[in-house]
Structure formats: C-alpha cells, structure tokens
C-alpha cells in the first residue's frame, strides 16, 4: 500500500480537530483526541505538526481561506447592487452554516488564544484577515455593480465582519434557521442602504 501523502494527512487532521474541538472543546481536544478522531496513530501528529500551536495556526487559515473564498466570489446579477450584496451575504452565511462545527471550534479557538501568550498575535490577525476580506468584498460589489458607499469602505468592511460574526454566533446557540435568515435579510437590507447607486458608471 502506497504511503499516504503527508498534506492528505494534515487535512484530515485538521477536519478532525475542528470535529473534536467543538465536541469536547479546546482544552479536552489532546492530540491523542485528534488523532483518534482521525483514524491515526498519535505518532502520526508530530510528523505533520511540530507543536498544537502549529495546527491552531492552521485551523485559523484554513477558516480564513474558505471565508475568503466564499466572499469574494460576487456573481452577476445583471449590474444589480442589492441583488449582488443580498445574494453575496447569503453565499457567506450558507458557507458558513453549512460548517457548524468549524464555526464553534474558531470561536472557542479565539477566546483561548487570547489567553495564551503564545498566540496571543493569531486573534487579532485571525480578525483582521476578516475585515480585509470584507473590503475585498466590498471591492467586488463596487466592480460588478459600478456602486458606492455611503461610509468609508474600511468602516463598511468591518460591519460587514462584525455583522455576519455576531449572526453566526448567535446563530450556533438556537440554530433557528428561520430567526437567524430573518436577521440576515434585515442586515443586508441595511447594508444595501448603504450603497449608492446614483455612483455607478
């Protein structure tokens, strides 16, 4: 049998940390945890990550990487900004839900990094990555759409972060999906208020 390339074996990993976090939380998640969760020797952790600190970093690009992914992906709706910035929220949030576990495990990741002076930097750039994408985001809308805004785009790209932040989080306590799909359609009513379409081009 072929050995298994040791990138396949860092993702699988990496889903199952995410998995084993958000079922037993980050201080439970051992690395013999994972790696049962995985399906492998726990000897095998140490030849794909040098430390935890390691795969934490990891979990946290791996999130950002699919948000940005999700994002800043803006298909045409025919020059239409409310149609582009309601049907890109909703591309975002369904990414989002469709990963519940992801999700739980990044917050619990957050809180306990900030407590950690090891990787008390990853927090504040695991945020920032969001806002900046939010900006991308905010960059599309305006190349697809010809649109402004009504606020400076940093300051639009950080409600953006916040707001779908805040959705999702409440979102993981109740998993209405019908509350949280009512708030969403309010925020990108809000948004969408926002942009000013005397602007385009």
């Not at 396949?8 to 037993?24: K, Y």
Request: glycine share 4%; with cysteine; net charge neutral.
């Amino acid at each position: 049998m072929a050995p298994v390339p040791v990138d396949q074996r860092r993702q699988a990993l990496v889903e199952a940390a995410f998995r084993t976090i958000a079922r037993l939380g980050i201080r439970r998640a051992t690395t013999r945890a994972i790696c049962t969760e995985a399906g492998m020797q726990q000897g095998v952790f140490h030849y794909c990550f040098r430390s935890k600190q390691e795969l934490y970093r990891e979990l946290i690009r791996v999130m950002v990487v699919d948000m940005v992914d999700a994002a800043v992906t803006v298909p045409d709706f025919d020059h239409d900004p409310e149609q582009c910035i309601r049907r890109s929220l909703s591309r975002v949030w369904q990414h989002a839900t469709a990963y519940p576990d992801r999700q739980l495990a990044a917050y619990e990741l957050t809180t306990y990094m900030l407590r950690d002076k090891d990787l008390s930097d990853l927090p504040a750039w695991q945020y920032r990555q969001y806002v900046e994408q939010g900006e991308r985001l905010a960059q599309a809308i305006e190349a697809a759409t010809g649109t402004g805004w009504a606020v400076p785009r940093p300051v639009l790209a950080r409600m953006l972060s916040s707001g779908m932040d805040g959705l999702v989080l409440s979102w993981l306590t109740d998993r209405d999906n019908e509350a949280a799909e009512a708030a969403l359609d309010a925020f990108s009513t809000a948004v969408v208020a926002l942009s000013t379409p005397a602007t385009r081009k």
